[in-house]
Every structure is written in C-alpha cells, then in structure tokens.
C-alpha cells in the first residue's frame, strides 16, 4: 500500500501533483467562476465581508499564513491569520461581516473546531478547508471548500499543506470575483498559472536526488534554521516544522529580516540555514534583501542552503548548496518551495533512523484541546 515507497510520507510527497491538480479540478465554471462546494452563505454576505480571520493549527496555520498575503492582494480585505488554541481566549473582534476561515486536513482538531464554534457565537461566518468529507468542521461551517488530497496516512502533514495553499488561493480568487474588485481582472490569469502548477511540482519532485544526499550530511547537525521573506517566511516556518516532528532536531524558522533582531546570535560555525529566496524577477527588493541575510549568515560561518528560482544567478556565489525550483509567480512560489524542505526532513529523520510515519509523541488528529 506504501507503492513501493518505504514511508506513506514518501509516497504523499510524490502524489502532491495529482493532489494539487486535482484540487483544482471542476472549481471553474463555464464563465470561468470559481466554485465553493457547499455555500450556505449569498454572495451578498460574501460582498459584506470586511474582516478575515484564518484559524487553524500546525501546518494548515502555515498554509493560512501564506494565505494572508494571496488574500490581501487580491481582495483588499484585511486578513490576519491565528492559532485557532489562541484565538477565542483573546476575546477577537467579530460580527456578522467577519470571515472566518478554519483550515484542517482532519476537519476533527479540536482546537480549530472551538476557535470556529466561538465565532459562530459572536455571528461570524465561517467558511472551512478541509480534506475530510463529513467532518465536524465542514459540517459546522456557512461554507465549505474540500481539499482532495486523498487520505493522508503520514503523521507528518505534506500533500494536505499543498492542496489547503491551493483551496485559500481559490477561496482568494472567489472573494475577488464576488465583490467584483479591480484585482477580479487578475483572475483569470492566476487560475492559468495554477492550472501549471502540477506540472512545476512534478519538476521539483524530479530533481530531488541531490537534496537526499544533502539530507544525508545533515543528520548530525545541532540545530537547523529555516529564514524566508514574504511568503518564503511561512515556508520556512512549515520546513522547521517538518524536521521538528521528523528529526527531533532543535529548527526555527525565521522572517530573514529578523535575524539581526536577535536569532542571529545562534549562528555558529557549520550551523546549517536554509533560505527560501523569492524570484528575483518577482519583487527584486525582496531577493536582494535575501541575498544580503544570506552573506550576514554566512559571515558567521553558517552552512547555506537556498532554495532559489531556476535562472537566479545571483544566489550561487553565497550559497553552500543551491536547490533550483521551477518559475513561479511569488504568490504562488511555496507550492514548489516548500517540496524541497519535506524531502530534506524525511531524509534527515531516516538518517538518523526514525520512524518517519510514526514520529514519537504526535498523532495524526489532534482531537483534543
Ligand atoms: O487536521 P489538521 O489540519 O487540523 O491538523 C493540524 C495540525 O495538527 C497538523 O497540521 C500538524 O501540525 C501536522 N502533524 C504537521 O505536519
């Protein structure tokens, strides 16, 4: 059932293609709208949105965080993204024209099933993302949007991430239709850069020999640090967190542009840092930023590893190891970036002969508070 794969995580990793692409299967109307699955909601009550929150835990808060910038753009509907354990014990602003938005694979966490119930209360609407049919979630949400990822078996979540990065930037798209705003334009020329997404995470999955054989050297490392701006930022947090889980190894990830705030005081000689640069023909100030973290990190003695566009020649000459990734516009770019870190936190663990399904202390559906 693994396919010849020693590890479901492995076989996840591989599928995430066929789960992003279908993910995107039969979400475009004729007209080229984009559909939810169940909508309990009038798009009149999606125009009076004015407030989003997305709550959710783990590696779904990941995807809600890179969420955030896709939604902002395109909708100019202020979004923020929150722990669902935090977010009903801070007393959050919420009415009838706040969205709120519970990603999870399971559709059972417990602490994202009270954070929506809490907004439920105080009238909000809530619309879910989640990869199970039926469960509490959906069942208890105004609006639904499936991830069709397929059953993952890996405690360590991989195909989900990608397919709930898909479903936020749909739900993105759809909000920009509805309220029929000036970025509703880019629609359609976003839906056709993520129709060519499958195929770009098919690329990356191709080129992976070179990251296990990195993977191999780092199994002895102390710690790990993960730095992206942007939506590389988000990434890097979701990398830290594979090898967390997978690894038992001390990994933070970091906005880059914090480093100098205070993280930088860990790097010591040899200390891996991995990068997830931006495309350099996306926001140029961004990459140049990553460029000069990258020489402070490595002034310090770190071991660089980046994870750059494919004709991004500027990174090569500071970088220890250089993984290239497909084209991708930025919004879009942890789709491919984040293949490379999975793949790197399942080498690692195996290296270091851990059960990588199975990582100690942690269940697949966290059904507690
Ligand atoms: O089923 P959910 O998406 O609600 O699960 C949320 C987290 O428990 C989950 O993403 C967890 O962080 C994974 N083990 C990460 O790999």
Redesign the pocket.
Known sequence: EKGGYDYFMLKEIAEQPKAVADTLRGRLTEAGEITLDEVRLSDQDLRDVDKIFIV??????HAGLVAKYAIEHWTRIPCEVELASEFRYRDPVLDRSTLVVA???????MD?IMALRHAKVQKARVLAIS?TNGSTIPRESDAVLYTHAGPEVA????K??LT?LVACYLVGLHLAQVRGIKYADEVGAVVAQLQAMPSKVDEVLATMEPVRELGRSLGSARSVLFIGRHVGYPVALEGA??LK?LAYMHAEGFAAGELKHGPIALIDDGTPVICVLPSPRGRAVLHDKMISNIQEVRARGARVVAIAEEGDTAVAPHADHVVYVPRTPTLLAPLVTTVPLQVLAAEIAATRGHDVDQPRN?A???TVE
């Open positions: 959710a835990c783990g590696t779904a808060y990603i999870s694979q399971s559709g059972e966490t994202t990869n405690v360590a979540s991989t989900a991430f709930q967190l594979k889980e942690l697949k559906s966290v």
